[in-house]
């Protein structure tokens, strides 16, 4: 047999680190190792029921809707009370299904009430790399873990923020950094801590000039309500240069992780965003969800220049109807994909022009997953529909589940990972 030459060996050996990134995580963070719901894999399962192509189903204690964090063979998650008086992390056998690890984290005896029905007291996903798996449940505690002996290495319980509705943004990793983004009713801003040993690097408050307060008061209308959000950031790379996006109440920004200096923003008169943003390289365009009130999806131009408010000159397109007010969109190729109000639909993401929308299921908490080739819808009643990754609506087919979901779904070794109110599922071939 002829072997490569030791200098190839050597080089796929690095290959990871030449590239920029540790040792790659199945399905590291919410919505994947791109952060954007596309898939890598292949040949997954396009149909599926309570007795058909479940390999396994693990009940999950409690009420979370946080997306399950796969490395290796290891599935993490996060859960709690209903009532928000525990907060825990649970390691599952992804092979099967068994769960090998859990404890509790929080207790608190006085938790904020969410005043809401569709959030959890664990929302936020883990993100996990090599030996370490972080655990967010906002201003409740951060905490990371080591994968391996299950230790909490490190902790932070000072990091103040009033929830009400309850926290959901994810943590995320850059470089030596886990970035946290808290966007309270009372307080707004993102901190970047040393993934190492949990202590802070730096912290920038949100620059948002709401306009909101009572003129005899000087308090903010609806309590705060409205300058809450729940979106997740990304980074990308425009021109050799890193801007994490950052989606909050009233405005989108733009900082440089490394610091956290504020960029750009872009301004809108919408609260409450969860929807992670999308990134185009290809098109040159960021793509946002202005939240609550009066839902838009808009087109950014990427601009690695770019400073300040940058409304009037970057701004390409706006979609006005069929956006998501809590899931992320997909973007396969110029078609952005997104579900809302049980009404699947796809848009032309060169121009925001709406191709085509058909009713399908239930109301839309779970971002979209695509391969390229399918689309995938998971609603809140448990049905789950594929559709073809096409700019003209083709079903392919409707699934159900015994319970619906509200957390995004995972992909890990040809298999989907579905989280359902009651249970994690594995979904694929046995």
Known sequence: MKFPPRWFVTLLSWLPVLLGHSVRADWPEFRGPTADGIVTESDLPLEWAEDKNVVWKTPIPGSGWSTPAILGNEAWLTTAAENGTTQS?????AKTGKVLFEKILVTNDNPEPLANSVNSYASSSPVIEDGRVYVHFGAYGTFCLDTKTREVLWQRRDLTASHWRGPASSPVLWKDKLILTFDGADQ?????????TGKTIWRRDRSTKFGDEDPKTGRPANSGDLRKAYSTPIFVEIDGVTQMISNAAKACWAYDP???????????????????????????????????????????????????????????????????????????????????????????????????QERAGGEYSASLISD?????????????????????????????????????????DGALFVRTRTHLYRIGRP
């Open 188 to 196: 707004q801003y993102l901190v970047g801590l040393d993934k190492q």
């Open 258 to 356: 490394e610091t956290g200096a504020e960029l750009w923003s872009v301004h809108y008169p919408t609260h409450s965003p969860s929807s992670r943003p999308v990134y185009s390289k290809e098109l040159g365009q960021i793509f946002i969800n202005t939240g609550l009130g009066k839902a838009e999806i808009w087109a950014v131009r990427a601009d690695a220049k770019a400073r300040g408010e940058i409304s009037d000159t970057h701004v390409v397109w706006k979609l006005l109807k069929r956006t998501p007010k809590r899931s992320s969109p997909v973007l396969v190729g110029d078609l952005l994909f997104m579900a809302n109000d049980g009404v699947a639909a796809c848009a032309d993401a060169k121009t925001g022009e709406l191709l085509w």
């Open 89 to 93: 992390v649970m390691c599952l056998d």
């Open 372 to 412: 390229g080739k399918h689309v995938w819808f998971f609603d809140e009643i448990g049905l789950g529909t594929v559709v073809k990754a096409s700019g003209t609506y083709e079903k392919v087919a409707e699934n159900t589940l015994d319970a619906g979901c509200l957390a995004s779904p995972a992909v890990s």
